[in-house]
T-cell receptor
Framework: EPEVTQTPSHQVTQMGQEVILRCVPI?????FYWYRQILGQKVEFLVS????????KSEIFDDQFSVERPDGSNFTLKIRSTKLEDSAMYFC???????????FGDGTRLSIL | QQPVQSPQAVILREGEDAVINCSSS?????VHWYRQKHGEAPVFLMI?????EQKGHEKISASFNEKKQQSSLYLTASQLSYSGTYFC????????????FGAGTQVVVTP
């Protein structure tokens, strides 16, 4: 069964550094998402992306965050200047259309020191 | 605004049934249900759309009351593999694709 793949599985970064999290959505999916989950808490929506532009974003997704689809397969989340509170598990998800099941990748655990 | 889930936790013996509820104060277009095991990604269980359509691939049933903006997930004849945290994600008509997740319901199924 096709999967959403995310790399790296674990990223350790110094506070203030830039970090890029990478995702390869399922190939025939058109909608892409980033979520985060702070340890022990609920999953939080960050951003949705369709047709090479952001469809929706949450209040968490401030100017420090950006997303990009640099080629036909990758979907990236960049955090420009990381803060301690950015430490979380970041999940990428994709769906065929906007009102279809969203399939999650295994996540990237981001640890900010 | 995030949906409210209840109960927070439930302990079941194998073979028992349970119901998990999810309610929202906003008009919903769809409700998505996921199960997450510790340290793993959320796994899609079911989507319930306004108008009655349902899509899912697990032997788990759910309902969506559009008038009350409530959904219920039914765990029937529970198996050990049903253990995990169940999240509902709601999608309102003004923000398609943006899932707002509830705080989760922890389910423990014991032998």
């Amino acid at each position: 069964e096709p999967e959403v793949t995310q790399t790296p599985s674990h990223q350790v970064t110094q506070m203030g550094q830039e970090v890029i999290l990478r995702c390869v959505p399922i190939s025939n999916h058109l909608y892409f998402y980033w979520y985060r989950q702070i340890l022990g808490q609920k999953v939080e929506f960050l951003v949705s992306f369709y047709n090479n532009e952001i469809s929706e974003k949450s209040e968490i997704f401030d100017d420090q965050f950006s997303v990009e689809r640099p080629d036909g397969s990758n979907f990236t989340l960049k955090i420009r200047s990381t803060k301690l509170e950015d430490s979380a598990m970041y999940f990428c998800a994709s769906s065929v259309q906007g009102q279809e099941p969203q399939h999650f990748g295994d996540g990237t655990r981001l640890s900010i020191l | 605004q995030q949906p409210v889930q209840s109960p927070q936790a439930v302990i079941l013996r194998e073979g028992e049934d349970a119901v998990i509820n999810c309610s929202s104060s906003k008009a919903l277009y769809s409700v998505h249900w996921y199960r997450q095991k510790h340290g793993e990604a959320p796994v899609f269980l079911m989507i319930l759309l306004k108008g009655g359509e349902q899509k899912g691939h697990e032997k788990i049933s759910a309902s969506f009351n559009e008038k009350k903006q409530q959904s219920s997930l039914y765990l029937t004849a529970s198996q050990l593999s049903y253990s995990g945290t169940y999240f509902c994600g709601t999608e309102s008509g003004d923000s398609w694709g943006k899932l707002q997740f509830g705080a989760g319901t922890q389910v423990v199924v014991t032998p």
